[in-house]
């Protein structure tokens, strides 16, 4: 199966600083990428379906000039997290589809906002 | 609305014992469901996948099988381990070029030794 990779594994900041999670596909081109949020015993929560070369689109809720979501590459998507508040802290994970409509998860990220 | 439900929520048996896991949905029409296994603090592995004409499949001590008419799905364990101690989430996708995929809220399970 696919291989999705995510950088950095986890992250520790300050309120008010902005934070760059990147998510590849090792193995194969993915035209789509995901990005979800997972709070701790709840359900992953949708917040972007990154295209290749246009604008991301949002789920109803998420702030797009929070959460800034760049796929510049076929292999290659990122996060930010800008101006970081502790309420942000979450389990930040995204994924990939095939042509096949399998997806594939990366590791996630743990960002922790003091 | 689509949705997806597992059953149960959460779920505690000991090692060595099966179990049955469950997902009903109402995503219309329909693709594909996957079964994922997630462990604490990291991302979903894919367990199995069926499309619409699968009744079931089998991923080692993990089968999975679809009834496409009653939109019911479940994930048996057998000869359960401490490793599957973890979350197990039923997810259901739609046709078409959009593919936002419906994911259930997980079965977790605790195997105790």
């Known amino acids: 199966g696919a291989v999705v990779s995510q950088h950095p594994s986890w992250v520790i900041c300050k309120s008010g600083t902005s934070v760059k999670i990147e998510c590849r596909s090792l193995?194969?081109?993915?035209?789509?990428m995901f990005w979800y949020r997972q709070f701790p015993k709840q359900s992953l929560m949708l917040m972007a379906t990154?295209?290749?070369?246009?604008?991301?689109?949002?789920e109803q809720g998420v702030e797009k000039d929070k959460f800034l979501i760049n796929h510049a590459s076929l292999t290659l998507s990122t996060l930010t997290v800008t101006s970081a508040h502790p309420e942000d802290s979450s389990f930040y994970i995204c994924?990939?589809?095939?042509?096949?409509?399998?997806?594939?998860f990366g590791p996630g990220t743990r960002l922790t906002v003091l | 609305k689509n949705q997806v439900e597992q059953s149960p929520q959460s779920l505690i048996i000991l090692e060595g014992k099966n179990c049955t896991l469950q997902?009903?949905?109402?995503?219309?029409?329909?693709?594909?469901l996957r079964w994922y296994k997630q462990d604490t603090g990291r991302g979903p592995v894919s367990l199995t996948i069926?499309?619409?004409?699968?009744n079931t499949k089998s991923n080692g001590r993990y089968t999975a099988t679809l009834d496409a008419d009653t939109k019911q799905s479940s994930l048996h364990i057998t000869a359960s381990q401490l490793s599957d101690s973890a979350s197990y989430i039923c997810?259901?996708?739609?046709?078409?070029?959009?593919?936002?995929?419906?994911f259930g809220r997980g079965t977790s399970l605790i195997v105790h030794p």
């Open positions: 994924s990939e589809t095939t042509s096949y409509n399998e997806q594939f």
């Open positions: 069926m499309t619409f004409s699968e």
């Open positions: 990154s295209n290749e070369g246009s604008k991301a689109t949002y």
């Open positions: 193995d194969f081109q993915a035209t789509t």
């Open positions: 997810v259901v996708s739609a046709p078409g070029g959009s593919y936002i995929p419906t």
């Open positions: 997902c009903n949905y109402t995503v219309s029409p329909f693709s594909n």
